[in-house]
């Protein structure tokens, strides 16, 4: 029998919530297929420096280093940024680091729009052709996130010069452009570069990058788009988009919109991983919706983007592609059964009903076992 190693970093706000359904649907799937997961639970986040005064503790990041990959909740609770540095927050100190740390300069984020959702998706439902289906495919360890100088500088009399800097090299371009061509190839075959070439040095070299990796991939059609454009395609024309490849800032930004196009940004899971991607690769995996410290711990989260990472790991990191259908398969179906979380529900669906975190993830593991 396989057995994999997985550190579970539930963080802070709805993570823990959110991760302890992933894992119980994670525990169905194992009785089913043949593999077995070795789950340590570790803090991370404010929950870091709650119990061992830093975001990202000692032992939590051995802990990861040991590990076959990573399930990790969400981090950050902006009211207590103000007690300490920004450089110590969590999102800095904690999930920045171990996406740079790691090397996971690939982040693959999935929206998909269930037709059983065609209510929760703010567009007509004729902007929503016969469906939305996008992999936004984010660069994630370069651009403005990480260039340096990075700094805030005080010229006097309450007049600060805040410096980011945005770069890029053709070894980093070439690296993520490589993974949506690749990740085309098994979809419909068609990459949506996004740049700024227009006006940014760096969207030059992208969109050359872009271009020469693509004459490798014959059978895969690329077009480029601004970004401005993208984003405006993205609520006219949704269904145009197959691979969208996105440097890191573009990436963050266009990813939250086309999350919101497939019903819920608490429906979005995320995959990042490393270098020697393909099989069986170290990954990191994430909701990419974040902490919503609003609703925490009133059993309103949706767990279905944690449950969805979750079938992400078991692909991209264990190759257990069976298992990982098997759960997206059974959110489909307990979708399709009517159970909604408040994110995606409408009263006007009568067959609908709403429920909380723990009913939806009891629903899924239910479809998991039969
Ligand atoms: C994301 C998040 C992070 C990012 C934040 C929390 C640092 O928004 O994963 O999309 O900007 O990358
Ligand atoms: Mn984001």
Redesign the pocket.
């Known amino acids: 029998m396989k057995l994999f190693k997985v550190a579970a970093l539930p963080g802070d706000g709805i993570g823990p919530e959110v991760m302890r359904e992933a894992i119980e649907v994670l525990r169905a799937a194992e009785r089913k297929f043949d593999f077995k997961l070795e789950i340590t639970g570790a803090p991370v986040g404010w929950a870091g420096i709650d119990a061992a005064g830093k975001a990202l503790p000692e032992g939590t990041l051995a802990l990861c280093k040991e590990s076959d990959a990573i399930l990790f909740g969400s981090v950050?609770l902006p009211d207590r940024d103000p007690t300490i540095p920004k450089d110590e927050r969590p999102?800095r100190a904690a999930?920045?680091r171990i996406r740079k740390e790691f090397g996971l300069f690939a982040n693959l984020r999935p929206v998909r729009l269930p037709g059983a959702l065609a209510h929760a998706c703010p567009l007509a439902k004729e902007r929503q052709g016969g469906g939305i289906d996008i992999l936004v495919v984010r660069e994630l360890t370069g651009g403005m996130y990480f260039g340096q100088p990075k700094k805030t500088e005080d010229l006097g009399s309450g007049n600060f010069r805040a410096i980011d800097t945005m770069v890029y090299t053709t070894l980093e371009i070439e690296r993520i452009a490589h993974m949506a061509f690749h990740a085309a190839k098994l979809r419909r075959q068609k990459v949506t570069s996004i740049d700024k070439a227009n006006v940014l040095e760096n969207g030059v070299l992208w969109r050359e990058t872009v271009t020469r990796v693509g004459r490798s991939y014959a059978d895969v059609a690329l077009e480029h788009q601004f970004v401005d454009n993208a984003a405006m395609q993205l609520v006219l024309r949704p269904t145009q988009f197959d691979v969208m490849l996105c440097e890191n800032l573009f990436g963050?930004i266009l990813?939250d919109e086309a999350a919101a196009l497939g019903g819920s940004l608490g429906m979005l899971p995320s995959a990042s991983l490393g270098a020697g991607s393909g099989e069986k690769v170290f990954g990191f995996y994430e909701p990419?919706g974040?902490s919503a410290p609003d609703i925490a711990g009133k059993n309103l989260a949706n767990p279905i983007a944690q449950i969805l990472s979750a079938a992400l790991m078991l692909r991209y990191s264990f190759g257990l592609n069976d298992a990982a259908a098997a759960i997206e398969a059974a959110v489909q179906r307990a979708i399709e059964a009517g159970h909604r979380t408040a994110d995606i529900f409408s009263p006007a669906e009568t067959t609908a009903r709403k429920v909380g975190t723990r009913e939806m993830g009891a629903a899924i593991c239910a479809e998991v076992r039969k």
Do not use: N
């Open positions: 950050g999102e999930l920045l963050d990813s990419a974040g």
